[in-house]
């Protein structure tokens, strides 16, 4: 099999070829940042709102945006063409470089590692999706930037593994009492017609897919707030939803080992896949290539 093509700081090289230093900060204190961009038909869906969050987070480190918006397009779009034609999802990687020796201090005068890599997505059918995923709560370990996309990602690794341990697909976690995010989505819950989610803090990744589907809501004038959700709450939702730029939106049928709802994925949800799916295909139509 063609190894995947990788673009590692100024170079398009294959996947197995891309070597780091083991004195890269990302690597010795997870001191970086990402993203992770879906791709469909060869477009890259939200690509400028995904860069504006990757500067956001770099800032959020202290860190300088080492391309501009036209050359993160020219190294990705590159990325997706050498990959091939299928729906892909790209990974970009952003740290702080590559020290002289290991101290906690910044180094001064380094160079960003800038790597980017591309995989293979499969976009599923409504049928498909509709099948839906069980979720449990836990207990928040992360820190208090969580509005960060860091590469210092062990608090969710752990998390996550403990709802995958536990027979889960997803874990919801729960900081003093309230929802916050998934390990590895955002989330919503239903009740009495309106979307809800929990609003942007420090305590959550502000989602771009959370952010188009509040849109969509918008726009179809579909009723939607956001604010504070607790634990007890989430246990008297119609419907539960996560979602992220890998999975779009989900449906939850079961959280804790209950149904959510009547078990089965719910109507609003089903409206809601439609127009995401509509808006995934407008937007890979109208942007050429
Ligand atoms: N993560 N919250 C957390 C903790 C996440 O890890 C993610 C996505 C999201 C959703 O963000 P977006 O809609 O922009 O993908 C929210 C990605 C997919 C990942 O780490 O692989």
């Given at each position: 099999m063609t190894p995947r093509t990788a673009y590692l700081n100024g170079q398009f090289l294959p996947l197995d070829e891309a070597k780091i230093s083991p004195l890269d900060r990302g690597f010795l204190f997870g001191d970086g940042v990402y993203e992770v961009i879906p791709v469909y038909n060869n477009c890259l869906f939200h690509c400028e709102a995904h860069i504006t969050r990757l500067n956001s987070s770099l800032a959020g480190i202290r860190?300088?945006?080492?391309?501009?918006y036209p050359e993160w397009e020219t190294i990705l779009e590159t990325v997706v063409e050498k990959n091939g034609k299928e729906d892909q999802w790209l990974y970009i990687q952003v740290t702080r470089g590559i020290d002289s020796i290991r101290d906690h201090q910044f180094p001064k005068h380094v160079v960003p590692t800038i790597f980017v890599v591309s995989y293979p997505k499969t976009r599923l059918t409504k049928e498909e999706q509709s099948q839906g995923i069980c979720v449990t709560a836990i207990t928040d370990i992360r820190w208090?930037?969580?509005h960060i996309k860091t590469t210092a990602r062990l608090a969710y690794v752990l998390m996550y593994q403990e709802a995958k341990d536990a027979g889960f697909d997803e874990g919801i976690i729960i900081n003093n009492g309230y929802a916050q995010e998934g390990t590895t989505s955002n989330f919503f819950m239903i009740r009495h017609g309106v979307i809800m989610t929990p609003p942007k803090?420090?305590?959550?990744l502000s989602g771009i897919t959370r952010d188009c589907i509040l849109s969509l809501a918008e726009k179809n004038k579909i009723p939607y707030r956001e604010t504070k959700i607790s634990e007890r709450d989430l246990q008297k939702a119609d419907e539960l939803w996560i979602t992220s730029s890998t999975r779009g939106v989900y449906p939850v049928i079961n959280l804790n080992g209950h149904a959510v709802g009547n078990g089965k994925a719910g109507p609003l949800w089903e409206r809601m896949w439609t127009l995401y799916d509509a808006e995934v295909t407008h937007f890979s139509l109208s942007v050429s290539h």
């Open positions: 860190m300088i945006p080492p391309l501009s208090k930037y969580c803090t420090p305590l959550l």
